[in-house]
């Protein structure tokens, strides 16, 4: 299995950017396609961003797309989010997860998360 510690979030006024960082230990952090989730107050934990562990293909949702960049350097066994023009939106607990099977990007899929990072965004 893997560890995975967020860190990273905060305050941060609209137009603003974050650096979210997910830190992995236990099992060889390349084997695991590595994605980034999203839940805010009263709604269901969202998609944000994915990148694959064979070729670091990456995935994002819409609403991101242009804004936001997940990176991975698997020998500190660190994946990164890069958020930029930040909006309001963009409120919520951030997830990293970590999945041992196919590339999704469906919460459903990761077996393993870390424990979250709050990213609030004041308009």
């Known amino acids: 299995q893997v560890q995975l510690v967020e860190s990273g979030g905060g305050l941060v006024q609209a137009g603003g950017s974050l650096r979210l960082s997910c830190a992995a230990s236990?099992?060889?952090?390349?084997?695991?396609?590595i994605g980034w989730f999203r839940q805010a107050p009263g709604k269901e934990r969202e998609f944000v961003a994915t990148?694959?562990?064979?070729?670091?293909?990456?995935d994002y949702t819409a609403s991101v797309k242009g804004r936001f960049t997940i990176s991975r350097d698997n020998a500190k066994n660190m994946v990164t989010l890069q958020m930029n023009s930040l909006k309001p939106e963009d409120t919520a607990v951030y997830y990293c997860?970590?999945?041992?099977?196919?590339?999704?990007?469906?919460?459903?899929?990761?077996?393993?998360w870390g424990q979250g990072t709050q990213v609030t965004v004041s308009s």
């Open positions: 997860a970590a999945d041992d099977g196919s590339w999704s990007s469906s919460p459903s899929a990761y077996d393993y």
């Open positions: 236990g099992r060889t952090f390349s084997y695991y396609n």
């Open positions: 990148i694959s562990r064979s070729r670091s293909m990456t």
